[in-house]
C-alpha cells in the first residue's frame, strides 16, 4: 500500500502555497505521487465543489455533499492509487468536515463521525500537515488575493471556531497529525516540511 498525505488549515492559513514543494520533495525520492484536492478532485467532485463553495443550503446538505463528493475521491483517485503502491496527497479531507461543519458551521461531531464511519471506515490519512496562524494573519492573506467563496466570507468568530476544532483534531490525533507555524518564512517551513517528511520516510 501507498501512504496517504493531506493537507489542513482554515483559509488563508496558506497550506496551498507548501504543497508543490511537498510534492517535489516525495517525487525527489522516487515516489509515485497523485495530487489531489477537496472537495473535487474527480469530474464530479469539481461540480460538487463548485455547489459547496458558491450555494447558500442547509447545513446538512452541506455536510452530506462534502461525503459526497469524498466517496467519490476516495473510489476513483485516492483508493486505486494507494492500492498500486503510489502515494497521495490531497488538499483536505475529512479533518476538514470536522472543523468547517462542525467547528465552524456547529454540526454534532456524531453525525460526521456516522458519515465518515460510512464513507470511509478503514481509511485515513498516515500524515496530517496543519498549517496553524492566527485569525487576523489569515484574513490579510485573504483579502490580498482573489474573490472569495462563501467560507472565505464567514466572520471572524467562524474561523475561530474552525481553527479550535482543528487544533483540537490534532491533540486528538498526535500520531498523525503535525502542526505547522505557518506565520514562519516560506524557507523555515519548507525546513520544517523536509525534517517532517525525512523522518516519515525513515519509519516506513
Known sequence: ?????????IDGAGKSTHIAFVSDYIKARGVELVSSREP???????????LVLHETMH???????MFASRREHIAQVIAPALERGAWVISDRFTDASFAYQ??????SVAKLEA???????????????L???????ARARLD??????????????????TRA????RAAQFPQRFRVIDSTRSIADIQLRLAAILDGFFDEQ
Open 165 to 168: 476544532e482543528y487544533l483540537r
Open 59 to 65: 447545513l446538512e446538505t452541506e455536510a452530506l455533499l
Open 102 to 107: 462542525g467547528g465552524g458551521r456547529g454540526m
Open 1 to 9: 500500500m501507498g501512504k496517504f498525505i493531506t493537507f489542513e488549515g
Open 144 to 161: 490580498a488575493t482573489r474573490e472569495l467563496d462563501k467560507f472565505e466570507q464567514e466572520k471572524a468568530d467562524f474561523f475561530a471556531a
Open 40 to 50: 473535487g478532485g474527480t469530474p464530479l467532485g469539481e461540480k460538487l465543489r463548485d
Open 131 to 137: 498549517f496553524d496562524v492566527p485569525l487576523e494573519v
Open 115 to 129: 458519515l465518515e464511519q460510512w464513507v470511509h471506515p478503514a481509511l485515513q490519512p498516515d500524515l496530517t500537515l
